[in-house]
């Protein structure tokens, strides 16, 4: 599939602070690709070489076939940004804004004045179109930035952590419209915090630690690599199990506490069974059985434990 982002051997530097420290990646088209790391990662940096905001100091990186510093305008087209920050003309109602946005790219203004409308309803804020963006309530601003993004029709979506302090209602609606936009054909790169986000929307995720990309999977595979614990409660008070350890290199760990059985292993759901079939052979009566699978959040932070420990990860409430 081709790429609607290549990266190769990307730096940045400012002053001595190692920014982005060689990376690779390639995001495919049509992909919902999803970029973690703890706070000060490098993941803002990235997004700024993408669209021209910040000048990488080495490696390449284009957009659909576009480098992003040679081509810039035909890169800069092509992609729709959501930042972080409210950076919005803040004196204008928000459909002049949209159309202001639409003419810099060079929409005509008949059209650009259909598209703002467009872009409103879609996001749900049409009925705000006069309104200020300093008078819009948190909530509202989050959603004219999408649609700020969407204002060109862009073949890149790049949402920096979209859902950022909105409620859990506001949250999902956003997902599914951006999962709409990408069901549709646009590549959606999106940066968040929220683990429960990247899990639930991402096909796959890079993980980012210290200006290096340290993995590249799905939230699925990265599940796969943690454990998962099997908890069996027993009728009986058995002094001894079979040994799971030997019998299935899967297994991590046992842990027989009474009657209550813990094993600790990778693919619990797949492992499960096999504890129950053994017990079973074994006399044991199962009482009660429950799989406590791993979190992509316990993995991540696993995995970037060692990026001097700043993993700081919020957890949907
Ligand atoms: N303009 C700048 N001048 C100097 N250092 C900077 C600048 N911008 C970023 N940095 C540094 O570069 C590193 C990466 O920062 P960046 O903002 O890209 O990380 P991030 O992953 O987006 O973090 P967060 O999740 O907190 O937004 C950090 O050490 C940061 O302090």
């Known amino acids: 599939m081709a790429s609607a982002i290549e990266i190769r051997g990307l730096t940045k530097s400012y002053g001595d602070v190692t920014a982005l420290d060689g990376i690779d990646l390639d995001v495919p088209e049509g992909s919902f690709f999803g970029l973690l790391g703890p706070n000060g990662a490098g993941k803002t940096t990235f997004i700024n070489i993408l669209v021209g905001l910040v000048r990488k100091s080495g490696g390449t990186a284009s957009v659909f076939g576009y480098d992003v510093e040679a ?3 035909e ?5 729709g940004l959501a930042p972080q920050e409210f950076n919005v003309d803040r004196f204008f109602p928000i459909r002049e804004v949209l159309e202001h946005k ?10 650009a004045r259909e598209r703002a409308d467009e872009v409103l309803k879609r996001v749900g804020i049409y009925d705000k179109r006069d309104t200020r963006f300093d008078w819009l309530s948190g909530g509202m601003k989050r959603r004219f930035m999408l649609a700020r993004a969407l204002i060109t029709d862009p073949d890149l979506l790049i949402l920096d952590e979209p859902t ?6 506001l949250r999902h609606e956003l997902w599914e419209t951006i999962v709409d936009l990408n069901d549709q054909g646009t590549t959606i790169l999106l940066t968040t915090h929220y683990i429960e986000e990247a899990e639930r929307l991402c096909d ?11 993995e590249v999977a799905s939230p699925e595979e990265l599940m796969d690599r943690g454990t998962d614990d099997i908890v069996v409660q027993l009728r009986d008070n058995p002094t001894a199990v079979p040994d799971f350890e030997a019998e299935d290199d899967r297994v991590e760990s046992v842990e027989l506490d009474g009657t209550r059985l813990v094993v600790t292993a ?3 759901g797949l492992v499960a069974p096999d504890v129950v079939q053994a017990l079973d052979d074994a006399g044991h009566e199962i009482v009660d059985l429950e799989i406590s699978r791993t979190s992509l959040e316990e993995v991540f932070v ?4 060692q990026g ?5 990860m919020e957890v949907e409430q």
């Open 102 to 111: 639409a003419g810099y790219h060079g929409i005509p203004q008949d059209d």
């Open 266 to 268: 990778h693919q619990g």
């Open 71 to 73: 081509d810039y305008r």
């Open 204 to 214: 796959e995720v890079a993980i980012l630690d210290s200006g290096r990309v340290i």
């Open 302 to 305: 696993e995995m970037t434990r």
């Open 164 to 169: 950022a302090g909105v409620d859990v209602q």
């Open 308 to 312: 001097q420990g700043r993993a700081t």
């Open 75 to 79: 890169a800069r087209d092509r992609i």
